[in-house]
């Protein structure tokens, strides 16, 4: 892992894992019936996500993206083992953040003052973490591609 000051260091880990902890976590929540039933609204009205349910009920639906989104957690929680996975999982995550965010658009009846509306703006801030966390990564991954090159 690229080396940080200790100050940086550990808001680093705090953002990065805190983040892995969001996506595994709703991640296993989108396999409940509860789950399934609430986000169906959004997936349904959604731009980027519609399909789904061309493919999938709805159950089955949210538990395909329950199955994405811990896999991109795990992908980023792998970042001390492979900076170029991780990098993968957090652009992935900014996709889907982004997905996301975009249901205060594209949702029929939202109301910008209800507590759905904020549930989905919490997003930003994933966002944010993501967007670092991609960042990162890259730029570890960058600097292990060209040392290897230098050495060759």
């Not at 910008?112 to 966002?127: C, E, M, R, V, W």
Request: aromatic residues 12%.
């Amino acid at each position: 892992m690229q080396k940080l000051p200790p100050e940086n260091a550990c808001s680093a880990l705090v953002l990065r894992y805190s983040l892995v902890f969001f996506f595994v976590a709703f991640g296993l929540y989108k396999f409940t019936p509860q789950e399934a039933a609430g986000v169906q609204p959004l997936i349904a009205n959604s731009p980027v996500r519609f399909w789904i349910y061309r493919i999938f009920d709805v159950r089955h639906g949210s538990d395909f993206i329950g199955v994405i989104e811990i896999a991109l957690g795990v992908l980023v929680a792998v970042r001390p083992l492979n900076a170029r996975l991780s990098a993968i999982g957090s652009l992935g995550m900014i996709f889907a953040l982004g997905t996301t965010l975009s249901f205060l658009f594209s949702t029929p009846g939202l109301d910008p003052q209800s507590s759905d509306a904020g549930f989905i703006l919490k997003d930003l801030t994933l966002l944010g973490a993501a967007i670092w966390t991609a960042g990162e990564a890259l730029a570890a991954f960058s600097a292990k591609t060209s040392a290897s090159i230098a050495t060759a």
